[in-house]
């Protein structure tokens, strides 16, 4: 049933099968390659793109294209660490918040309100200027702790709407109470809406760390597609028109996110019946 | 009713209010390690040794800041200091003041991000409409998606792109700055040309990034606004296609669009900062990122409050006009 709603939903098609790609070659990448390309001075500097380097080299002679292919497991990382620690809190909170309701909810939903008004990059600017060391794994965690908003705020709606349900009050009835039915009956119902909010929390860590990392608060010992921006526009590549340089990740960034455009689009259609009468 | 709306968003303004300027607080305060006495000894080591004695530097600094006190008391003279508008002085260029570094790079960021956002607005909310009209040519529908990837990937790569083709190949418009290098600004043609001329490509990738937006959330109102009966009437009563989309859809579903507006308003202003990095443009978000590189940290603190502040009083004013000028908000609230 799972491959035939595929075949009829063929923007999740494309967007899962693209994400699956990217994650094997991310995989794939650093093992195959010999790092030692993307070391300071491997290479003469300022290389144009040619057969011997796929992408050029940098002005501190580093191999774009061994950089690149560095760089993009670490940023997946980011995203995908950020995505879930902000999942994992945002349904407890959503689920507790939704079907429990009273004083707690009030607490939850006050602070997810508050939170909202905050812009979140203002928050991780002042985070990230105090941090003396900035490391990968740091920098998901300091955006997995704004990543739960979103969540909450979408799983404690369905929870509201799903805690009404005949099969929910029928099952209240029959003695299945507190967790046991939230786990059993309210759960596996929002798996979809999970999903969804996933890919939403994994896009939103992706434009908050690049967008950290372009201004300069980035992991500055570690390769990073947003780190390489930042990089490039510090040594000036833009101007020099090193299109070389900042290239090859904005390109990377723009893959990353059709596939999660494609997958969300894909996923929205099958939680909103209403869009797919409309389409 | 409405009076309980009023107090409770109120509240909430106040509550985000007195956050951010305690986290502002408190997070410098947390970390270890003297902010000042580092920034100090880097400046010694630049400067090869010519400073004097630091520590007294040090002392001197503490006490003006005030950081030699208990906390408490920092903190209360922190909000007393805010209520004047003192923000501290540069840590990177000594005898500035932030609230006037502020003020001065206030009216580029607010010029070029309002402009741009009306603009994307307007564009975005025909096209999205265009999208959901069934009249709609099969031609106009192709666009739609390009935009909405557009608005999906951060702003500022698609400015890094804008500028390598339309400033470094074809030189068309200046690659940077606010205006022409050397110009005295005046209130003078010139100027004004100069300040239009560089301030295109920044505004062109905020438009272009932000129509998909705006788009999207159009088709979503047009869709609802279009099951409603007084369309059907107006298409019973025979009038002509194109004054059904313009007066009767377009124009009910653009106010509930203005709700969007306060929603993106946060990740708008946070694109808008990158895009003033790369185009090197004398805003906030350029001054923000010359704080962080020379590690300004009171720069870097005001200029984050600011923001806060700023979008939470925008947020809390678009939250009380609405219900004012479109009615069917306060029902759909609560």
Known sequence: ?279 | MTLEYVVRRFALLVVVLLLAVTVNFIIPRLTPGDPIEQKLSQLVATSGGQVGDITAMVQAYRARFGLDQPLLRQYVNYWVALMHLDLGFSLDNFPERVADAIAAALPWTVGLLGLSTLIAFGIGSILGGLLAWPGTPRGARVAIPVFMLLSAVPYFLLGIVLVFLLAIKLKLFPAGGGYPFGVILRFDLASITGIIHHAALPALSIILAGIGAWALAMRGMIISVLGEDYITLAEAKGLPERRIFVWYGLRNALLPQVTTLALTLGHVVSGAILVEVIFSYPGIGFKLYQAILAKDYFMIQGIVLLLIVSIALTMFLLDLVYPLIDPRIVYRRR
């Open chain 1, 1 to 279: 049933m799972a491959l035939a709603s595929l075949g009829r939903n063929p923007a999740l098609a494309v967007g899962l099968a693209l994400l699956g790609l990217i994650i094997v070659v991310a995989i794939a990448g650093p093992v195959l390659l010999n790092q030692g390309h993307a070391r300071v001075g491997a290479f003469p500097p300022g290389l144009r793109p040619s057969g011997g380097h796929l992408f050029g080299t940098d002005t501190q002679g580093r191999d774009i294209f061994a950089v690149v292919t560095l760089a993009t497991p670490e940023t997946l990382k980011v995203g995908l660490i950020a995505g879930s620690v902000g999942l994992s809190i945002g349904t407890l909170l959503g689920l507790v918040s939704g079907y429990f309701g009273g004083a707690i909810d009030t607490v939850i939903r006050t602070a997810a309100d508050v939170m909202t008004t905050i812009p979140g990059i203002a928050v991780l600017v002042l985070v990230a200027t105090f941090i003396q060391k900035m490391t990968v794994e740091l920098m998901a965690l300091i955006i997995a702790s704004l990543a739960w908003i979103y969540p909450t705020r979408a799983i404690r709606a369905q929870t509201l709407s799903l805690r009404e349900r005949a099969y929910v009050q029928i099952a209240k009835l029959n003695g299945v109470g507190g967790l046991e039915l939230v786990v059993r009956e309210i759960l596996p119902n929002l798996l979809p809406y999970l999903a969804a909010s996933f890919v939403a929390a994994v896009s939103n860590a992706l434009i908050a760390t690049i967008g950290l990392e372009a201004l300069g608060l980035g992991p500055q010992n570690s390769f990073t597609l947003g780190m390489m921006i930042y990089w490039g526009q510090f040594y000036g590549a833009i101007l020099r028109g090193m299109w070389w340089w900042w290239g090859p990740p904005i390109a990377l960034i723009l893959i990353i996110f059709v596939s999660l455009l494609l997958t969300s689009a894909g996923l929205d259609q099958v939680v909103n019946t209403r869009i797919r009468r409309a389409a």
